[in-house]
């Protein structure tokens, strides 16, 4: 598959009035009800992000957001913030096994938050050295961004120590 990559300054994304996000390649294309993908989600989050029209069809690809103005980059951001929903847990609270199920009543950026998790292995991946990205049953991503930087009974708790 061949991509097209997107020349930053042919490329205006602007807010449509229907309050979706369109996009205008200078004498190319225009893409409506704009969708934004991220190629690299964990590993290179501003790098590589894939823009679709509403109706699944490639517009192109950005390989950086940072070439983008400003205004332009606000309104991406936003539109990843809303497909890619994944509070941080800043603490956890306590970790509790009931019928095969692990609950864990956790902190996180966004307030506090109830997860309910089976099969710890395949719910916790490892993202790198001290990050680690949490699923829960219902399909909601949690991540612990600092493994280190949590206090130590978080820290006990997530390694199964208390």
């Not at 020349?7 to 704009?34: F, N, Q, V, Y």
């Not at 951001?77 to 890619?84: F, G, V």
């Not at 993202?127 to 600092?146: F, H, M, Q």
Request: hydrophobic share 35%; proline share 4%; with cysteine.
């Amino acid at each position: 598959m061949d991509f097209q990559f997107l020349d930053p300054a042919k490329t205006h994304i602007e807010s449509a009035p229907d309050g979706t996000l369109r996009a205008i390649i200078e004498d190319d294309s225009c893409g409506m009800r704009l969708e934004a993908y991220r190629a690299f989600p964990l590993s290179k989050p501003n790098e590589y992000i894939v823009l679709r029209d509403g109706g699944g069809r490639e517009i192109g690809v950005l390989r950086d957001l940072n070439e983008l103005s400003q205004i332009m980059r606000d309104l991406v951001e936003a539109e990843l913030r809303r497909r890619y929903f994944m509070p941080e847990i800043t603490a956890i609270l306590s970790v509790t096994e009931r019928f095969g199920s692990t609950e864990w009543e956790v902190e996180t950026d966004r307030g506090p938050r109830t997860l309910s998790m089976r099969q710890i292995n395949e719910a916790i991946t490892e993202i790198s050295a001290s990050r680690y990205l949490l699923t829960d049953v219902e399909g909601n991503r949690y991540e612990v961004r600092d493994l280190d930087g949590l206090d130590p009974m978080s820290r006990a708790r997530f390694l199964g120590k208390v």
